[in-house]
């Protein structure tokens, strides 16, 4: 039997792509954590509709998921640099064209890509949240953004992170494009190996079991994080005092006047005859 | 003279729901708002708060005059820091327990230190009953419960007016007992309320004055015992014939 497969070459080559681990890891992490606050405010735009910013954003979010990631990178290798070359010339802004690293082009393209399908399921989800949660919160006085930090959105991240979550795990193979513009991530660190044992279809194995065991791994995680988030179905545990003591001899009752004993109302049970025998 | 409010108005494309109402508690009183849906009782209550915007009238506290019309952000603010609201469907936080219910708008509106904000909700979790509750969330209570903790919410705030919206309408029998025993104990230590509700019976107990309200505007007002046993108007016994016929036979 000639040697025209060795699986040997697909455990030897797993550290040589791993060594690309660290930067594919950027590339995702950053991107999203970038690409999720764009796409909050996306998202805040879509609902509130401010004019001019609306169209704007309706524009940026159809071409950004109507457009290949590999173009977008492109564009972004391409396009930064110009853009830069135009602001050294008309504002003296002095910026090196060499000195820019390819990480940014990624980073860049690949935030855009997050912020645009992310938009779209904080949308959904913000407006999912019932309209009485963020009614509770002003009338006591809370401002919005109060309401919208520690009420809706917490309320909305519950539903949305199923959905981010599989736009994350999407991400994480796209991410696979970065060798386009010479930076060495997961999958460049394991082309440059197969370039010098010309084992190309071991590495690949190896490349796609890499990505197969990160995403299954991400997949779980956004799962764990789902049951963290849903707070209100985990198991109550009560381990102090079955009844209430005042934390000091003074209290102070609804109407605002001190009194060195608690004014409680004694617990009530239900009393569904409660109207009738108090009528008389 | 707590709260009053003058010539309110609001009105939802060609629908004028509020057409000059004008509505006085003084301090420590219960008023009891009765009438029909969509006779605007509700929209009197959201507009109080500002959860709706009124189109024009006044609302004072305690001698400060808003005219609704040009409300600043702050003044809204403030108007909504001196009442409270509570709702038909309870509205409590999903996320949060029974006591983070309670915390949030006094640490985060009120800006007390979180000591003293844990303290002062256990306190009314207990005098609503509902201390052994302090750590459960909004699904795990039933109907009754839930809003024993949407009245602590709004009751730890010691607001200047409770504001509320038929808070016994989406309860069972079982449940609209407890939650009425526990308005009771709110009026008698003497919290001003404003209650919107269809309990006749309850009504006419606690209240100190009753406002009977038909397409936007007052019909008329009085005394629970001048409204509820001797009304002027037609539409006013035309209206409680209807909700409560036991107390006519």
Redesign the interface.
């Known amino acids: 039997m000639p040697d025209i497969f060795d699986a040997s070459y697909i455990w030897s080559d797993i550290p040589a792509i791993l060594s690309g681990l660290p930067v594919t890891m950027e590339i995702v992490i950053v991107s999203t954590i970038f690409g999720w606050i764009f796409g909050l405010v996306l998202a805040l735009v879509k609902m509130y509709r401010p004019p001019v910013l609306y169209q704007l954003c309706g524009i940026f979010v159809s071409f950004t998921r109507g457009t290949p990631e590999l173009v977008q990178l492109f564009l972004a290798f391409y396009g930064i640099p110009v853009i830069l070359q135009y602001t050294n010339y008309y504002w003296g802004t002095g910026i090196s064209i060499n000195g820019i690293p390819k990480m940014l082009f990624v980073l860049v393209a690949f935030t855009n890509i997050t912020a645009a399908y992310s938009a779209e399921s904080f949308r959904a989800t913000l407006q999912g949240v019932?309209k009485?949660?963020m009614?509770?919160?002003?009338?006591?006085?809370?401002?919005k953004f109060?309401a919208y930090r520690?009420?809706v959105i917490?309320?909305a991240l519950?539903v949305a992170i199923p959905s981010l979550g599989s736009q994350f795990v999407s991400m994480l193979k796209g991410t696979s494009l970065a060798f386009v513009v010479s930076v060495v991530d997961m999958t460049s660190a394991g082309q440059l190996a197969a370039s010098r044992t010309y084992r190309f279809l071991e590495m690949y194995i190896a490349l796609a079991l890499c990505y197969w065991i990160l995403s299954g791994a991400f997949s779980a995680l956004f799962r764990w994080i789902e049951q963290r988030?849903?707070?209100?179905e985990r198991t109550?545990?009560?381990s102090d005092a079955?009844?209430?003591e005042?934390?000091?001899a003074t209290?102070t009752?609804?109407?605002?006047n001190s009194s060195t004993v608690?004014?409680?109302?004694?617990?009530?049970?239900?009393?569904?005859?409660?109207?009738?025998a108090?009528?008389g | 003279m707590v709260v009053r409010i003058s010539d309110l108005r609001k009105r939802f494309d060609k629908n004028e729901v509020l057409r000059g109402v004008s509505i006085e508690v003084p301090d420590?009183k219960v008023i009891g708002l009765i009438g029909s849906s969509g006779a605007g009782k509700s929209t009197l209550l959201r507009c109080t708060?500002f959860?709706e915007s009124p189109d024009s009238g006044t609302l004072e506290f305690d001698g400060n005059v808003v005219d609704t019309t040009h409300a600043s952000k702050q003044q809204v603010?403030e108007l909504?820091?001196q009442?409270?609201?509570v709702?038909q469907?309870f509205?409590?936080?999903?996320?949060?327990t029974a006591t983070e219910n309670i915390e949030?708008?006094l640490t985060?509106?009120?800006h007390y230190a979180p000591k003293k904000a844990h303290?002062a909700s256990?306190?009314f979790?207990?005098?609503?009953?509902?201390?052994?509750k302090?750590?459960?969330?909004?699904?795990?209570l039933s109907g009754?419960q839930q809003q024993?903790v949407?009245l602590a919410?709004?009751?730890v705030?010691?607001p200047k007016l409770m504001l509320l919206d038929e808070p016994t309408s989406a309860l069972d029998?079982?449940?609209?007992?407890?939650v009425?025993?526990?308005i009771?104990?709110?009026a008698d230590?003497?919290?001003s309320m404003l209650i919107a509700s269809h309990?006749m019976?309850?009504l006419?107990?606690i209240c100190d004055h009753v406002v009977f309200m038909d397409q936007g505007v007052v019909k008329e007002e009085g005394s629970a015992d001048q409204i509820f046993n001797h009304p002027k108007e037609d539409r006013t016994r035309q209206f409680l014939s209807g909700v409560t016929p036991q107390e006519e036979a």
């Open positions: 019932d009485g949660q009614e509770a919160a002003l009338s006591t006085g809370l401002s109060t520690k009420i917490p309320q519950v988030l849903k707070r209100n109550i545990t009560d079955p009844e209430w005042p934390a000091q209290t009752d609804i109407a605002g608690a004014v409680g109302i004694a617990p009530v049970a239900a009393t569904p005859a409660f109207a009738k108090t009528l | 420590g708060n959860l603010q909504r820091r009442t409270a609201m709702f469907n509205n409590l936080y999903k996320l949060s949030l708008a985060h509106a009120k303290e256990l306190e979790l207990n005098k609503v009953g509902l201390y052994s302090r750590n459960s969330f909004p699904d795990q009754g024993r949407a919410r709004a009751a705030l010691r029998p079982e449940n609209i007992g407890e009425l025993k526990v009771k104990n709110l230590e003497g919290q309990e019976n309850f006419r107990r």
